[in-house]
Structures are given as structure tokens and as C-alpha cells.
């Protein structure tokens, strides 16, 4: 779709918003005339966008209260999973709680995943989790978390990983966007993960800052692939997918619905060029301190992914080359025929840019070093001419 389609779209949304509901149909009857496709868009959007004003007013605290009713509420430190002895709660949200544990068996330490009750009571549903998380655990890659176990104890069903020490992009970004140069680091290591996983028939659907960890050595780890298949709905529920499918902490939904690719926004069928327009708006967050598309509510958010071009990435990173831009730009591209086909495309562009980028940097290094060295000499030679005049005096 072209980006003047998508103006003709917005403006006749905004339009739309601004009228009565009971006024809308006449008003795009008339602004149509016939055009059965702008028409269907349009009432598309309004569609998601009462949907995510609905979805604000009430389902955030009915999910709170589902998630952390019972068991899952109550700490497990000190306690014994299986062959896990917990130790210390890492963190809790929309996805479960996670605690640092010892595996008795290997003495090593663990991440421990514990899945809510709400997401594990559907045996067709936790079916498919099981089905897809223990794919994920075939995965062989140095980007992707290692999955060690998927279990069930106790009647808590949980996920044992390897325990990494850093802190997740999103904490990386809490002062600003990153040089361009780590940015590109990032995202090459990023790019590697999808691939491979891409590669082994695995989409990850929720790549977001939160879900990529890194090392103090500057070493990338893609977190929780297999995880967003369970949240997935049964079908006949694709539009409550829209708003759900990815909530990582119920009742805070902007930063989640922020990477979704416009096939998601819409609860169409995804594929791995999903996870090339998220980890393009992760891209875009890292270089410009501010993800692409923003809103006031929920539905705002939707509507810029669906209808509007971010805004240009030179306004808020000048200093990234224009190959980034490009990258970047083909990496959000709305229409998924008219992005980078698969993760290796993506990582090979990335990966050529950050060598170019290393290059200059080493020949900026290397320019300056006799520079350096003359001024050096010319201090040492003028105190030693100094020290001289000082003795003959």
C-alpha cells in the first residue's frame, strides 16, 4: 500500500472518530463513493479502536486479579520444584513469576519460569505451549536462551532456563537511545537469534526490549521464544487476540502493543516477517530513544501501526548513516511483502553495515595515532631543550 493510501485512510479515520457512531456510516458511504476497499480499512480501524477502548475500561484488572489468584501469588522461595531449589524471586509479571534456582541434579543455577493458572488451565492451549517451548529448546544458537527443561510439578507448570546476569534492553534504554554503532551490535546479535530460529520453523511473535537480555560483556540473549504461544487464543477468538496475544503486564499494554507488526495489530496469521518489523521498531527505539509509534491510549498506538509512517529516524538520531535509515525503513515496512523476506536478509545488511562502521572507526584510530605521536615528540624534544637551557644557565 502506498504511504498516499494510508494518508486517504487516516484522514478519513480521524474524520470518523470525530463524528457520532451513528453518523460514520453515511459519512463513509459518501467519502468512498464505491471504494469498497477504503472502506473496509477504515471500518477496520474504528473496529480495533473500540475494541482497545473497551479493552482499557475493563479487561486489565480482570486478567490481574485471574493471574495472581491461588498458588501463583504466593512466593516460592525456599521451596522445592522438582529437582529446583528456589532461591530468590528475579521478577513476576503478565507471564508468570520467575526465580533464580539450583538444579540439585547438575549444581548449577537456573532461571525458573512459573506459568499462571489463567494461561494453563486450557489443556489445548497449554498443549500447544508445550508443543512449540520444546521446539524452542532444540534451538542451538549463541543469541538464543537455552531452554533446559519444560515441566510440571506440583501442579505449577514451568520452564527451567540458563540463568543469565545483565539487565534486559529495555533497562539498557531507560537513560536514551544507544551510538549507532551498539545499536548495531545489538541487532546483529538479534538478527542471528531469528534467524536461526526461523530457520528451525520457529516465530518468535514478542520480540520487544524486554524480551532481549544483555550480558555485561555486551553478549546478546533473545529470551522466551515458544513463550508467546501460550497466549495465543483458540480460534474464533482472533479479535481478542488483537489486544492479548501479547500481554506481558496486564492493564500496561502500550509497550507491548508498540511492536506488533499491522498483521498482528489486525489478528491475521504471523510468520517469521512479523519478528522482522518488531525487531525493526526495537531498532528504531535503540537508535532514536523513543519508539516509532505512539499514542495517548492503546488504540492510538494501533491506528499510527496500522495507517501512519513513523516519523523520520534523522530527527531523533542524526547521526546514524543513512544505510541504517534504510535498513530500518525496509524493516517496518507495512506491507510484509516489502520487507526483508527473512531474519538472514536483514542480519546480512546489518552485519555488512556494522563492519563498515568498525572500519572507519579503526581508520579514524589509525589516522590519529601520528598525530599523537608528533605531539608527543614535540613535548618530550621541548622539555629536553628546556632542561638543557636550565643546566648551561
Partial sequence: MTPERWQKIDALLQEALERA??????LLASACDGDDELRREVESLLSFHAQAEDFIETRPFKVAADLFSGDEAESLVGRVLGVYNIERELGRG?????????????DRAVALKLLPALYTTDPERIRRFRQEARAA???????????????????????????????TLRELLASGGLKP??????????AG??????????????I???????????????????????????????????????????????????YMSPEQARGQKVDARS?????????????????????????????????????????????APEELQRIVSKALAKDRDARYQSASEM???????????????????????????????????????????????
Wanted: aromatic letters at 4%; glycine letters at 10%.
Fill in 21 to 26: 457512531p451513528a453518523e460514520r456510516a453515511a
Fill in 347 to 393: 542480519l546480512a545488511d546489518v552485519h555488512e553495515l556494522r563492519q563498515e562502521l568498525e572500519a572507519e572507526t579503526r581508520r579514524v584510530r589509525d589516522s590519529a595515532r601520528p598525530e599523537r605521536a608528533a605531539l608527543t615528540r614535540g613535548v618530550a624534544g621541548a622539555r629536553t631543550a628546556g632542561d638543557g637551557g636550565a643546566a648551561l644557565g
Fill in 193 to 206: 537469534a531469528l534467524a536461526a530460529a526461523h530457520e528451525a520453523g520457529i516465530v518468535h511473535r514478542d
Fill in 181 to 190: 554503532a551498539r545499536a548495531l551490535d545489538v541487532a546483529v546479535q538479534a
Fill in 94 to 106: 503478565g507471564m508468570g513469576e520467575v526465580y533464580l534456582a539450583r538444579d540439585t541434579r547438575l
Fill in 275 to 319: 519478528d522482522i518489523f518488531s525487531l525493526g521498531v526495537v531498532l528504531y527505539e535503540m537508535l532514536a530513544g523513543r519508539a516509532p509509534f505512539e499514542g495517548e491510549t492503546q488504540s492510538d498506538v494501533l491506528v499510527a501501526i496500522l495507517s501512519k509512517e513513523p516519523p523520520p529516524l534523522s530527527a531523533y538520531a542524526p547521526a
Fill in 137 to 167: 529448546s532444540a534451538l542451538n544458537h549463541p543469541n538464543i536462551l537455552t531452554i533446559f527443561e519444560v515441566g510440571e510439578s506440583e501442579g505449577l507448570s514451568f520452564i527451567a532456563t540458563e540463568y543469565v546476569e545483565g539487565e
Fill in 208 to 258: 520487544k526490549p524486554e524480551n532481549v537480555m544483555v550480558r555485561r560483556d555486551g553478549y546478546v540473549k533473545v529470551l522466551d521464544f515458544g513463550l508467546a504461544k501460550l497466549t495465543e487464543q483458540t480460534s474464533g477468538e482472533a479479535n481478542a487476540r488483537v489486544l492479548t496475544q501479547h500481554s506481558t503486564n496486564p492493564g500496561v499494554m502500550i509497550g507491548t502493543i508498540s
